[in-house]
């Protein structure tokens, strides 16, 4: 790993940004880098993984298009975050559990008042997901569900039967983007990290609530008509975001990108 942005002469002193091969950071190192910024009351991150032909996802799933390296960059991110935000679709087609405590982060976690893992998150207005799984019986953390105030009561009391914590944000049977981060934050989950999938993540974008965005840029090429890493409805004016810092290794880019109204230092 090397960091190419920003530069100083620490920054080429102890990463080798100036060689063609860096090394591998441990993982204080990635938490450092990836760290929240520490005078914002709520925080939306969403990390993502996109090739260099825009696609978010090959055969339906990421993880053909992401590395080693973009696993550790996923894993620190949840390492410091308070909860991941992701949509049903993605739980479904992802195949995702409960986060897990990692002693990695134990000590820094600890440090900000945190539980020992994220809680999970998962955005479902129509609540159609397998409630026998061990995403909701079997967390470390309870999980949550965030739906809207007109979900079937059948379901509802499913989720609740599970052992999740069900969150209403929003009218009907959808789900509000600006009160689910409202909500999330009012129960002091407020370092909040979105792992998609594109659905989710281009709501958080059409509602302006997105405050950094963390994309892995592959450097692969997959043709098709893959999803891009934000889907949705349009923005009437491009949203304008910020470099904050770029690794690089084996000629995966890593990118953080913010809205510039906060600083991690």
């Known amino acids: 790993m090397r960091r190419l942005f920003p530069v100083t002469d620490e920054t080429v002193a102890v990463t080798g940004a100036a060689s063609p091969v860096g090394r591998q950071w441990s993982l204080d190192e990635l ?17 993502m993984v996109s090739t260099i032909d825009g696609a978010a996802q090959h055969d339906g799933r990421s993880q053909p298009i992401s590395s080693d390296t973009d696993m550790r ?3 620190t991110l949840r390492g410091l975050a308070d909860a991941v935000v992701v949509g049903a679709e993605t739980v479904r087609q992802e195949g995702y559990g409960p986060a897990r405590a990692r002693a990695a982060f134990a000590e820094r976690r600890a440090a900000a008042g945190q539980g020992p893992a994220p ?50 944000a929003g009218d009907g049977a959808r789900v509000d983007p600006t009160r689910a981060v409202r909500e ?18 281009g709501q958080f974008v059409a509602a302006r609530v997105l405050d950094e965005l963390c994309l892995t840029l592959s450097p692969m090429l997959t043709a098709g008509d893959a999803q891009r890493i934000a889907g949705g409805p349009t923005l009437a004016v491009p949203e304008r975001f910020t470099l904050a810092s770029l690794l690089e290794e084996d000629g995966y880019l890593f990118g953080r990108y913010h809205r510039g109204r906060h600083s991690a230092e």
């Open 73 to 75: 960059v996923f894993g």
């Open 31 to 47: 938490a450092d880098a990836y760290a929240y910024p520490v005078d914002a009351e709520v925080w939306l991150r969403g990390n």
């Open 119 to 168: 809680a999970i998150a998962v955005v479902s207005a129509r609540l159609d997901l397998d409630f026998s799984l061990p995403l909701f019986t079997e967390p470390l953390v309870p999980t949550l569900v965030v739906t809207g105030s007109g979900a079937a009561a059948d379901r509802v009391a499913a989720a609740r039967k599970a052992g999740a914590e069900v969150v209403f």
């Open 184 to 201: 999330l934050s009012a129960r002091g989950l407020r370092r909040l990290l979105t792992e998609g999938g594109p659905r989710l993540l």
